[in-house]
């Protein structure tokens, strides 16, 4: 009998230690398994909000360029010939500064932002051709032109500060 309590006794111990040792290894695994999960949940919501920032300065970008290019433009209509000249050489370089900041809008925003800053940067093209009509020559309906053409570039910058809004709360 004695010889079956150490059989029992050996046996319990080798069953006991591959339970502890089995065990071990089961709860490290899912001790990896979980970090891992956190550590692709905090990466992709470091990433979103990564984009999120990016596009962010980006919507902000364009809104100060196109209320730069309506501000730089308000007061056209009572300027002489001359000045108008000026302000087209002004008004271009703002120009530039728009489409620079419309290419990035097409690099980050979606499709909506994309296509109301291409719309407003279009406007501000024609806003330059009805500038420098107006500075060739200072009549009345050249200046009529100019500024129901300024009116419809600032009724255009509305829909991109709601399209940005909304993809930012969409990101």
Do not use: K
């Not at 065990?23 to 550590?39: D, E, H, I, P, Y």
């Not at 419809?152 to 500060?161: D, E, G, H, M, S």
């Amino acid at each position: 009998m004695s010889d079956n309590s150490l059989l029992v006794a050996c046996l319990t111990g080798v069953t006991a230690i591959a339970a502890s040792s089995l065990a071990s290894w089961l709860t490290s695994r899912g001790n990896a398994r979980a970090a891992r999960v956190q550590v692709d949940a905090t990466t992709d919501a470091q990433r979103r909000e990564g984009l999120r920032q990016t596009r962010r300065a980006a919507y902000l970008d364009l809104i100060e360029r196109a209320h730069a290019v309506a501000d730089g433009l308000r007061g056209v209509d009572a300027l002489s010939s001359a000045e108008c000249e000026a302000a087209l050489a002004a008004h271009r370089e703002r120009h530039q500064q728009l489409r620079r900041a419309v290419t990035l809008i097409g690099l980050e925003g979606p499709s909506s932002v994309e296509v109301a800053a291409s719309n407003l940067l279009i406007m501000s093209g024609t806003l330059s051709t009805a500038l420098a009509a107006t500075a060739e020559n200072v009549s009345r309906d050249n200046r009529r032109e100019f500024q129901e053409t300024l009116r419809a570039y600032i009724r255009l910058i509305r829909p991109i500060v709601d399209a940005a809004a909304a993809a930012l709360n969409e990101a």
